[in-house]
């Protein structure tokens, strides 16, 4: 018997009484009540054949068709309750592939969004460097470039989740990450170019990076991290950055918490040490059960969640063929495998990858069963190309205690009732 705690109540109640549900043998049927009106609309010719549609898009940039006018960024009214210091949510329980199209990718911003125009923007690099010196936009768009995909997580995904089932929905849950193909140039290449590679003795040095905005969100980064992948970035899925994340110039740092990666990039120091800085002390630190804070808390750990069925998606088509989906990613490498459950963690199935997972991106998992219409207690369960397997919440609050908002990555408990209904819970 599963313990579930439902949301807002301690209910203790029994879900699973049969076996665990097998994926073998599902088929793909049309229900016959659907059968005449299909029948209907392949047989009788319908109005959009019968005369001619509009012509090519008149809008200057489209965008998506209205019947997906439920794909939008959320937010939580009483957790964003003032605009400029605020976040909204990816709707993840509605896209499938990996991409986040960047006009429903999360936002955080700390003081708003700023409108920085490219002839407007520069880029200091300064501190213990050979000539600092100050970039252009255009001076950017110059040195050799590359293409990566990677994905970014607020370090408070899923924060609100600690001492109980609350947000119902994976967008609100799980909704504060984006996973976009950046083009750029790596940092270690504009760092090469103020004379720091040719400098000596690396090993000790920082970077402390800032953004142009009023909060300034300055973060320090090891040289190690920054000469490795930390990229600078100017495009996002092929076109450029949205104002809201970072127009003309971010930072990205591939795994780790996105507060690093830094909008509006404006400042770069080398330092012989970390800066301190408030967002890396009073905010981004996780407080233990006995008061005492980790810090450096950088690479995002193991996580998934899934997609679909979800909360926002009920299941409603009935019994049958069941295609479940969902979201895995690690900032410490590639996602190798991901698990399925449907008893709520007895017993583990291994789901399906789309593609080979990829270094610091999101993989997208499919999980196709036969459900028998009973209850179920859907889980995923990332596994990493360390070996790392992600936590039960069980787990990670015996380690971290329930003190903590930042880096949340346990196992996510959907309760599937007989009507296909969705709702957030917790077993133990
Ligand atoms: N300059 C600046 N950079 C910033 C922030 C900010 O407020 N100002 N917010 C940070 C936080 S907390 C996160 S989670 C990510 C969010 O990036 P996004 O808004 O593109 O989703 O940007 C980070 N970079
Ligand atoms: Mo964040």
């Known amino acids: 018997m599963s313990k579930v705690n439902k949301r807002n109540t301690q209910t203790r109640r029994s879900f699973l009484r049969g076996a665990a549900l097998s994926s073998a ?24 054949a019968q005369e001619l549609a509009d012509g090519v898009d008149v809008t200057p940039y489209g965008l998506p068709i209205e019947h997906e006018g439920d794909v939008i960024r959320r937010n939580v009214p009483w957790l964003t309750a003032d605009a400029v210091s605020s976040v909204n949510f990816t709707p993840i329980h509605a896209l499938d592939g990996t991409i986040t199209p960047q006009g429903c990718a999360f936002e955080r911003h700390h003081s708003g969004a700023i409108d920085l125009k490219k002839e407007d923007y520069r880029l200091m690099i300064n501190g213990l460097v050979d000539k600092p010196m100050i970039f252009t936009y255009f001076d950017l768009e110059r040195f050799p470039r590359e293409n990566h995909v990677y994905f970014c997580e607020c370090a408070a995904n899923t924060g609100m989740e600690w001492a109980g089932a609350q947000l119902n929905g994976a967008q609100f849950t799980h909704g504060m990450i984006h996973n976009m193909e950046y083009t750029g140039v790596p940092l ?4 090469n170019e103020v004379g720091l590679i040719a400098a000596g003795d690396l090993k000790d040095k920082w970077v402390f990076v800032e953004g142009a905005d009023a909060s300034s969100n300055g973060r320090s980064i090891p040289m190690e991290k920054a000469l490795d992948d930390v990229f600078v970035a100017f495009k996002a899925n092929g076109e450029a950055l949205r104002k809201e994340h970072g127009y003309p110039v971010r930072l990205v740092v591939p795994g780790w918490e996105g507060n690093m990666w830094v909008k509006w990039l404006r400042r770069i120091e080398v330092t012989d040490g970390p800066v301190e800085s408030r967002e890396e002390t009073s905010k981004y630190t996780d407080t233990l059960s006995d008061g005492r804070s980790r810090k450096w808390t950088w690479a995002m750990d193991a996580k998934s969640v899934v997609t679909n069925p979800s909360p926002q998606m009920p299941i409603k088509h009935g019994s049958g063929s069941l295609l479940i989906s969902g979201l895995a990613w690690s900032g410490h490498g590639a996602i190798k495998r991901v698990d399925v459950s449907l008893d709520g963690g007895k017993n583990w199935r291994i789901a399906s990858l789309s593609k080979p997972g990829e270094k610091m991106a999101v993989s997208r998992f499919y999980f196709h069963t036969d459900w028998d219409g009973e ?6 369960r990332a596994i990493d190309e360390t070996g790392y397997v992600q936590p039960t919440k069980t787990q990670l609050r015996a380690v971290r205690g329930l003190n903590s908002i930042y880096h949340n ?18 077993v133990s």
């Open 25 to 48: 043998g599902a088929v793909v049927a049309v229900s016959s009540t659907a059968k005449e009106q299909s029948e209907a609309l392949i047989t009788e010719a319908q109005s959009w």
């Open 375 to 380: 209850e179920m207690l859907l889980q995923s």
């Open 188 to 191: 270690r290449t504009i760092l």
């Open 409 to 426: 990555n346990c196992i996510q408990t959907w309760h599937v009732g007989k009507n296909g209904s969705v709702e957030n819970v917790e």
